[in-house]
């Protein structure tokens, strides 16, 4: 090639053509692999980084809270909550939850709850805001306060209604002994019993239908039947009306209670049949074995076929395989503390309206006709 036709940038550089140094094969180095002793953390703290020091301490409280030693495993969060730096969001959370954990299996709800709450306010995404809600219900749990947890649960739900377990939750909480009626406002008069036949066991379902329920209830019913709405006490000025209407109500109330109960066991399965064909061994397994529990749990509730289709029709309305996949695979939103609480649901009546609304219009009319009377005779 003639002198000054070179191309831009065809020259070589003169270290292509630099001789490289031999090089010596020599084997190599053994690879050493850290061998962790079973609960190696448990031994004496040599290191001096502070960080690994809050570590083991960390792993320490784990281990003591997996053996129920709770005074032990809160002196451990609590010696290393004050010492985490401010930038350590991740653990500074996990050692605040298991303090409040510890509390609550302690006994000192209080802190737990004040714990809770200042987790709450520091949440930025929907897991966050799971993790906490996942707190206050054990708290609540542990507290056996059901109106609570129901409300709890109905958070999470609200959060995640693809979520199967916790509609299986909510459905064991309405089915839970719930406060005694016999001993509320409502007055002395004593709630039907178990084995105590219901005075009305059909109710309209629609123009021209009847659905015949069965004429015995549970002693089980929703945190509070006073939530209703009728405060009246039982005077001997009542009117007879007025007391027979109480009376009602009280048996309207736990049949409310089944309903949403048996509602929110259908939610459950159809749930679970949606996620069947993506499982496979132990998984699947379990499914199914839920799916069998489920269907004799709602057998047990005896209602008949065409309330379980409607109820079937009503509960999975948005369950559409094809519109769902987009909404599974983005559940995670990172957003500020206050969008975070229009994510959920504020009340249990703003609950219940969306999901049993339709329900409860077709199976516990007597409810709202008795609300209607008592408003009218006050």
């Not at 209830?217 to 005077?235: F, M």
């Amino acid at each position: 090639m003639e002198a000054g036709c070179w191309v831009l940038g065809g020259e070589f550089e003169d270290s292509v053509f630099e001789q490289r140094p031999e090089r010596r094969p020599e084997p190599p180095a053994a690879y050493g692999a850290k061998l962790c002793e079973p609960q190696w953390f448990n031994g004496e703290m040599e290191s001096s980084d502070d960080s690994e020091v809050l570590t083991l301490k960390k792993f320490r409280g784990d281990l003591a809270y997996r053996r129920r030693e709770y005074e032990k495993a809160l002196r451990e969060y609590s010696s290393i909550s004050e010492q985490l730096p401010s930038t350590n969001f991740a653990m500074k959370r996990d050692v605040q939850e298991g303090q409040a954990r510890c509390l609550a299996h302690l006994g000192r709800h209080q802190e737990a709850l004040e714990i809770a709450a200042n987790l709450e306010n520091k949440a930025t995404n929907t897991d966050h805001l799971t993790t906490v809600l996942y707190l206050h219900l054990a708290v609540f749990s542990s507290l056996q306060s059901l109106e609570k947890t129901i409300l709890c649960l109905q958070k999470l739900i609200s959060l995640h209604p693809l979520n199967p377990w916790g509609w299986w939750r909510l459905a064991e909480a309405y089915l839970s002994p719930g406060t005694d009626l016999s001993t509320s406002s409502w007055g002395q008069t004593s709630v039907p019993s178990s084995n105590k036949a219901i005075g009305s066991s059909t109710v309209h379902s629609g123009p021209g239908r009847l659905l015949c329920f069965p004429a015995t209830l549970p002693e089980s019913a929703v945190s509070s039947v006073e939530a209703s709405g009728c405060n009246i006490q039982k005077t001997e000025k009542a009117p007879k009306n007025t007391q027979n209407c109480l009376t009602q109500r009280r048996e309207a109330a736990l049949m409310e209670a089944r309903v949403k109960a048996c509602a929110s066991l259908v939610r459950t399965r159809l749930l679970l049949q949606l996620t069947q064909s993506q499982q496979m061994s132990f998984a699947l397994e379990r499914n199914l074995r839920t799916q069998q529990e489920i269907a004799e749990r709602v057998k047990k509730l005896n209602f008949p076929a065409d309330a379980l289709v409607l109820m079937e029709e009503a509960m999975g309305e948005d369950i559409v395989p094809e519109k769902l996949k987009d909404e599974v695979h983005s559940e995670v939103k990172c957003v500020g503390p206050a969008a975070l609480a229009t994510l959920v649901i504020a009340s249990s009546k703003e609950f219940e309206d969306k999901w049993f609304g339709k329900i409860k219009e077709r199976f516990c009319p007597l409810e709202n006709q008795c609300h209607m009377e008592l408003q009218i005779t006050a």
